[in-house]
């Protein structure tokens, strides 16, 4: 079993900056492929973004390409997810997954086999 802890969320003003931070408990679980997923309220989860176990690959929604980076220290076993220019429709709790097996992050949930409990980012307007 691997743990998934994030951190770094919060009550922001639209147009600033966040990084939130996953940890994971497994050192081999730095090898597979992690995502972020958001839900707002009333919504259903979505896919923002998700990096291969190389961190050569990357890949974001619409919505938050140009705005967001994802990251990954593997030496760390961390994932990053830089958030820049945040606006109130970023407002949702965000939580990290990793795949069991695969090393391409994919925009599907039922690909990841662990979550973390998810951190709740507020933007204000």
């Known amino acids: 079993q691997v743990h998934l802890v994030e951190s770094g969320g919060g009550l922001v003003q639209a147009g600033d900056s966040r990084r939130l931070s996953c940890a994971a408990s497994?050192?081999?679980?730095?090898?597979?492929?992690v995502a972020w997923f958001r839900q707002a309220p009333g919504k259903e989860r979505e896919f923002v973004a998700g990096i291969s176990w190389s961190g050569m690959n990357t890949d974001y929604t619409d919505a938050v390409k140009g705005r967001f980076t994802i990251s990954r220290d593997n030496a760390q076993n961390t994932v990053y997810l830089q958030m820049n220019s945040l606006k109130p429709e970023d407002t949702a709790v965000y939580y990290c997954?990793?795949?069991?097996?695969?090393?391409?992050?994919?925009?599907?949930?039922?690909?990841?086999?662990?979550w973390g409990q998810g951190t709740q980012v507020t933007v204000s307007s």
């Open positions: 997954a990793a795949r069991n097996r695969g090393l391409m992050p994919r925009a599907d949930a039922y690909e990841y086999d662990f």
């Open positions: 497994d050192r081999t679980r730095s090898s597979n492929a």
